[in-house]
């Protein structure tokens, strides 16, 4: 749907209360973005609001809300499960490539030079940035799982060489652009791994 042009080939509409009124709002190709969303976090949370809830007012009987209330998401998750020194072979040896990337396509080279240089927190970054978790599996890389199972993580040769990288931590997949430098990688990189949501997209 994200993808192509949905006039006239889908009898779709805003039902399962994804918006007041939505049984009688046909989606079309100007608010097909905002169904993808709203149909995303409906299937998310109806079969977890119980649990969630159940989860929180737990948490809060633990923790003080105010004292939670100073963090954002990133900062919370690290507060709550440390930091880890990062193995980079692991990493890299549990890392797969598409599109026409391989282990060895100087991209691919200079992405892990622009890992390795990096320092532990921004490794946590990118890693956070890409699977939607800074937590290393305590198996290691291998072990990463993704929304539906077992998913390694990928980087995919995708965009324009002007365009950042982006992430889709249902996959645990980056979409790296070619870029035509070590210096320009890396600057698109920090850059995506320090100033951007961790969504670029919906998956």
């Known amino acids: 749907m994200k993808d192509n042009d949905i006039e006239d080939m889908l009898d779709l509409t805003f039902t399962r209360e994804l918006k007041p009124g939505g049984a009688n709002i046909p989606v079309s190709e100007k608010n097909k973005k905002e169904y993808i969303e709203r149909m995303v976090k409906w299937r998310i949370e109806r079969g977890v609001v119980q649990q969630t809830e159940s989860l929180v007012r737990g948490f809060y009987e633990v923790v003080d809300a105010r004292l939670v209330s100073l963090f954002d ?21 549990n890392t797969e490539y598409r599109g026409g990337y391989h282990d060895n396509h100087i991209v691919i080279r200079w992405f892990w030079a622009a890992v390795e240089r990096f320092n532990n927190e921004q490794r946590l970054r990118l890693l956070q ?21 077992p998913r390694r993580f990928c980087v995919e040769k995708w965009g324009k060489i002007t365009s950042l990288p982006r992430a889709h931590t249902c996959f645990n997949r980056l979409d ?23 969504f670029a997209g919906l998956d």
């Open 73 to 93: 998401a990133r900062e919370l998750e690290l507060v709550i499960a440390g930091t880890a020194e990062i193995d980079l072979g692991d990493w890299r040896n």
């Open 129 to 149: 940035f890409v699977t939607g978790t800074s937590s290393i599996p305590y198996e290691g890389f291998a072990s990463l799982r993704g929304s539906n199972g």
């Open 176 to 198: 790296l652009p070619p870029y035509p430098s070590f210096s320009m990688l890396y600057e698109k990189m920090l850059t995506a791994v320090e100033e951007t949501s961790t």
